[in-house]
């Protein structure tokens, strides 16, 4: 802008310098040349570019490149070969909600491939309330982790035509293998568990209860999210009261904490 300012100066000097040329007869010609010349360079001289042009260049180029991050829907193989903080877009259905705050909601959600989990997804209590067990819903966010749990963060959703509700699978073959993991966030079951120990969460109730259970000689750990179904005061005490050495069957999505930490969501004593 300085720059233009000092070129527009100039031929305003120029021009007053070529008037005066027209009563000094040969200096008439040498300045209305440099008048021109002057014109000239203001004409031909690139535009400094002001703090707006500069803002609104970069929203233009950001608009860009966030167009060009936009990805069409993935299938569940494609989810989990996207690297970690990428764009990610997945058609999945509401299975189980979490919890709901600050415009923002925790879901469990599952399609025919895999699961996903949706942390913190935005939206108005409104449309969580309306994001019922098996709602399809199609999610845009970034792939994250957290100890291990794979989840989609900064999600933005749209609900569509469809409706899926994924019955539980029994994994209990999987359990100390490496294709447990496959299962991650999908509604699972375990059968013939042994109870070896119940403790609350800051150690008192009210708050998550972590569940050990056991296999052929072998401790898995699992949780009631207090989040998730700790207010069913009938199931709270169930999973409260589990004696040790017990038998039961339990259902829950297979959340991941340094490790297969199942949320629990249906126990069966035997």
Request: proline share 1%; charged share 25%; with cysteine.
């Amino acid at each position: 802008m300085k720059k233009n300012i000092a070129l527009i100066l100039s031929v305003v000097m120029a021009l007053s310098l070529a008037a005066c040329g027209e009563k000094k007869g040969d200096e008439n010609v040498t300045t209305a040349t440099v008048a021109a010349e002057s014109v000239a360079a203001v004409e031909t001289a690139a535009p400094e570019t002001t703090a707006a042009e500069t803002v609104a260049e970069t929203e233009t180029a950001a608009a860009t490149e966030t167009a060009a991050e936009e990805v069409s829907v993935m299938s569940y193989a494609d989810f989990v070969a996207a690297d970690l903080d990428s764009p990610v877009c997945v058609e999945t259905y509401v299975q189980a909600k979490q919890s709901w705050w600050d415009n923002k909601g925790t879901f469990y959600t599952q399609n025919e491939e895999g699961a996903y989990f949706l942390y913190e997804m935005g939206c108005t209590e409104e449309e969580y309330n309306q994001l019922t067990e098996g709602t399809k819903i199609r999610v845009n966010g970034f792939k994250s982790e957290w100890a291990g749990e794979v989840e989609i963060i900064d999600a933005t959703f749209e609900i569509l035509d469809g409706n899926f509700v994924a019955k539980a699978e029994d994994v209990t073959s999987l359990l100390g293998t490496d294709e447990l993991i496959n299962k991650q966030n999908c509604f699972v079951s375990f059968t013939d568990m042994t109870v070896e120990g119940v403790a609350f969460k800051n150690e008192q109730p009210g708050d998550d209860i972590y569940v050990t259970l056991s296999k052929d000689g072998n401790n898995y750990d699992f949780c009631l999210e207090y989040y998730l179904n700790g207010s069913d005061e009938e199931f709270y005490n169930l999973v409260s009261n589990l004696e040790k050495g017990a038998t039961v069957d339990v259902e829950g999505f297979m959340y991941w904490y340094e490790g297969p930490n199942a949320h629990l969501t249906s126990v069966t004593v035997k």
